[in-house]
């Protein structure tokens, strides 16, 4: 069974359909009511940072969630704005992250980046696994998937990093704390290797 927040800033739908084309169960949790019997989470997001986590804290659902993710060890999945969510702070806004994984979201520097200086970085772009792990089960070791950002996680912890991009200079854009995941693009619009990353988290144990 897999949980998706719904606190108005992701799209529900493309995850929902994912899913039901491998025959996995999903509902959506929209207020606090709604995450029990939880099983697996995905934290979508999109737009600001402190936007998207005053989103959040005004679901009624911030307490519960920490509940589950740090006390209980439910499985997560924060994806773009949601895993920028599990750091302490963003460079983009004021508002305190969730504090799951160690770091903060910082810009792209693009002064550097004399070959590709745009923001925000969107487009196909190679995500390269640097660890060994279920998450990665059926995908090659460097895969194409879809971004949409200006802003990365940079993770104080070095073990922390289970998949890199080179954008100018490589960053993180897979991460795992124990329980907790954050994958910086769009699984759900990255086509056959986004569903095989989506059937992957839903199958861990």
């Known amino acids: 069974m897999i949980t998706i927040i719904n606190y108005g800033v992701g799209n529900i739908n493309a995850f929902i359909n994912i899913y039901k084309k491998f025959d996995i169960q999903v509902k959506i949790a929209s207020q606090v009511d709604d995450l029990e019997d939880v099983d697996k989470i995905i934290l979508p997001g999109v737009g600001s940072f402190d936007y998207v986590m005053q989103k959040l804290n005004n679901s009624g659902m911030r307490e519960r969630l920490d509940e589950l993710v740090l006390k209980e060890k439910k499985h997560i999945l924060g994806v773009c704005v949601g895993m920028q969510l599990m750091a302490k702070s963003s460079e983009e806004g004021i508002a305190e992250g969730l504090g799951w994984i160690n770091g903060t979201v910082k810009k792209i520097d693009i002064e550097n980046i004399h070959h590709r200086s745009k923001l925000p970085h ?3 772009n190679e995500v390269e696994s ?4 279920p998450i990665f089960n ?8 879809y971004f949409l950002h200006s802003y990365y996680f940079h993770s104080e912890n070095l073990e922390n990093c289970y998949g890199v991009t080179d954008y100018g200079k490589k960053f993180t854009s897979i991460i795992r704390n124990g329980n907790v995941f954050g994958i910086q693009c769009h699984p759900e619009k990255s086509h056959k290797v986004g569903e095989t990353f989506l059937k992957n988290f839903a199958e861990l144990k």
């Open 122 to 124: 969107m487009g196909w």
């Open 130 to 133: 640097v660890a060994d792990h």
């Open 138 to 145: 059926n995908m090659n070791k460097k895969e194409f998937f």
